[in-house]
């Protein structure tokens, strides 16, 4: 009869401790799930681009005295072409959709343009025998900006970029009058620069796998490489002196070439170290 007693109790302990733990476990504060990692942006980075650009300039030639009457000789210089070439730079994520930069590029561009024809006189009749001519050339582009971003996602950052622009601008221009009769003039000029301006653009960027950065971007670059040159040559006939004078007279005319607009799209791929 003890032992049946003493059993029932070691079983009702045991039920009245499994009652106890479970309505412990069930008082328990459920544990919050652990945030997703935050993909970190800050680190520097070094990489290529692919794209197109257009150029938009023009130039022109002016005829000053003893050339008065012929028109002057104008036209437009604009010209697309593809574009490749590197980026670095270097960004901090400094909140957490925030990220700031800076970066620099350089870009190959062969952009070129010329336009020929015959001159003009009074409004556009043409004079026999003559020819003017202009060109320029955008050799490649270079640029060091800011960037700052908004990471829509924390893999997706849009941006706004801006800064310093460079470009290689090459110009020539040529002007002949040469008359079966024996007039004669000849003028032509040719130079190189390296024109300042600046840059601004945006884009988007994502982070791929932690260290792949993948954009696409838009930049206008506006490069002062407005030139004017005067180029001052002898004017013949038949040889001889003009008028009477010796050495024969010269005459000048006037060369000029605009600033230069570049727009330019583009994608570029880069690895975050």
Not at 35 to 51: E, L, N, Q, S
Request: aromatic share 14%.
């Amino acid at each position: 009869m003890r032992r049946n007693i003493v059993g029932g109790l070691a079983l009702l302990t045991l039920f009245v401790a499994m009652d106890l733990s479970a309505a412990s476990a069930a008082d328990m504060p459920l544990k919050a799930p652990t945030p997703a990692a935050v993909d970190d942006w800050t680190g520097f980075y070094f990489g290529g681009h692919v794209g197109g650009g257009w150029t938009n300039s023009s130039a022109e030639i002016l005829f000053p005295a003893p050339l008065l009457g012929i028109d002057p000789f104008a036209g437009s210089l604009n010209r697309s072409s593809a574009l490749g070439g590197f980026q670095e730079g270097i960004n901090w994520q400094f909140a957490r959709t925030w990220v700031v930069g800076i970066e620099g590029d350089w870009s190959y561009f062969n952009a070129s343009h010329s336009f020929s024809r015959t001159l003009t006189f009074n409004g556009g009749t043409p004079i026999p025998f003559s020819s003017g001519s202009l060109s320029t050339k955008l050799d490649w582009l270079a640029s060091a900006r800011n960037r700052l971003g908004y990471l829509a996602t924390p893999n997706l950052m849009v941006y706004g970029t801006g800064g310093v622009a460079w470009g290689k601008i090459t110009d020539s221009g040529a002007a002949t009058l040469n008359n079966p009769f024996g007039f004669t003039y000849a003028s032509n000029v040719a130079f190189n620069n390296v024109a300042v301006g600046w840059a601004a653009g945006g884009g988007l960027e994502w982070l791929l796998a932690s260290h792949w950065l993948l954009r696409g971007e838009y930049l206008y670059y506006h490069l002062s490489s407005g030139q004017h040159v005067a180029s001052n040559n002898p004017l013949t006939f038949g040889g001889l002196c003009l008028v009477g004078a010796c050495p024969p007279p010269s005459a000048t005319i006037d060369y000029s070439w605009s600033s230069m607009n570049v727009n330019v799209l583009r994608a570029a791929l880069s690895y975050k170290f």
